[in-house]
């Protein structure tokens, strides 16, 4: 089992930064994606970005590509995502995901993801 903290959401102004933080803990030896999804209030939730565990391959959503950076500490067990230039579509709560097993394709399919965490709060306002 792995168990997953977020931290870092908050209210920003469009054109604002903020860093979101997930600490992973308990078996993550064998977590191979670690991944940022979002959900927007009625809305799909879809792939913000995710980052190989071993090789540290990354891999973001269109709406994100040039402005969010995920990063990974593996001495500390945590994966961040920093977020530049936000906009008010950016609205939505951020979910944080592990995955120990491969279904395939890459870091960024939702299937290859078992463990989530209970989400942050991310609001921008215009």
């Known amino acids: 089992q792995v168990q997953l903290v977020e931290s870092g959401g908050g209210s920003v102004q469009a054109g604002g930064s903020l860093r979101l933080s997930c600490a992973a803990s308990g078996s993550t030896y064998g977590v191979k994606c670690m991944g940022w999804f979002r959900q927007a209030p009625g809305k799909e939730r879809e792939g913000v970005a995710a980052?190989?565990?071993?090789?540290?391959?990354?891999d973001y959503g269109d709406s994100v590509k040039g402005r969010f950076t995920i990063s990974q500490d593996n001495a500390k067990n945590t994966v961040y995502l920093q977020m530049d230039s936000l906009k008010p579509e950016d609205t939505a709560m951020y979910y944080c995901?592990?995955?120990?097993?491969?279904?395939?394709?890459?870091?960024?399919?939702?299937?290859?993801?078992?463990?989530w965490g209970q989400g942050t709060q991310v609001t921008v306002s215009s």
């Open positions: 980052i190989d565990s071993a090789g540290g391959t990354t």
């Open positions: 995901a592990a995955g120990d097993f491969w279904n395939g394709g890459s870091c960024s399919r939702r299937e290859n993801y078992n463990y």
